[in-house]
């Protein structure tokens, strides 16, 4: 396992794949390295990109609604993605993207050590979940696996193409906040 500093070094150094060649910035984390939760998307978008942060850009903004909604404090969440730098055009990551930079989201698991991992959207369900699933299917449900609780839901720019996702994706957030809550009240005793 590597430490911070030089999770951060190597993925900066990065270039095992072509997305390194066309990035503005590595995006590699958001939100608090000691939390009990990690969402997990796809990549970074244009915006994600320019900023150097994941969520940032308006499906950014629609988690964040949704999370302080929800009233999850800031120290409660911390934000990855599956690829640390942008595909052209917004695509999604090939397979070959991914596999080459999910080393890089395991050793960020290692080092948060979260509870509960929510997959934002069917890249993130495919390689952390299950190549076959669909998110359709499965979104919503819990799956224990390995010491953690997985809940895969629509990504949140899923939402803003279809809003009849949006009461979907609140239910599913609920049940992780619920979940969380029940986690650490066990974790206090």
Not at 2 to 17: A, G, T, Y
Not at 50 to 63: D, E, I, N, Y
Request: proline share 6%.
């Amino acid at each position: 396992m590597l430490s911070w500093e030089q999770l951060i070094k190597d993925c900066s150094d990065c270039n095992r794949c072509n997305l390194g060649r066309t990035r503005s910035n590595i995006v590699i984390e958001r939100g608090s390295r000691n939390a009990p939760l990690m969402f997990v998307g796809e990549g970074p978008g244009e915006q994600e990109d320019l900023q150097g942060k994941p969520f940032v850009g308006p499906a950014g903004k629609l988690l964040d609604l949704l999370l302080d909604a929800l009233m999850f404090k800031k120290d409660e969440y911390y934000i990855a993605n599956i690829v640390k730098c942008r595909p052209p055009g917004n695509r999604v990551p090939l397979d070959e993207e991914a596999e080459k930079c999910l080393p890089f989201l395991r050793n960020q698991v290692l080092l948060v050590k979260p509870q509960i991992i929510v997959c934002l959207g069917s890249t993130a369900m495919k390689y952390i979940i299950d190549r076959d699933a669909r998110i359709t299917k499965i979104r919503g449900q819990w799956i224990e696996r390995k010491g953690f609780w997985i809940m895969p839901t629509f990504h949140p720019a899923a939402l803003l193409r279809d809003e009849s996702k949006k009461v979907l994706m609140w239910e599913d957030i609920k049940k992780v906040k619920n979940k969380l809550e029940s986690l650490c009240q066990n974790r206090k005793i």
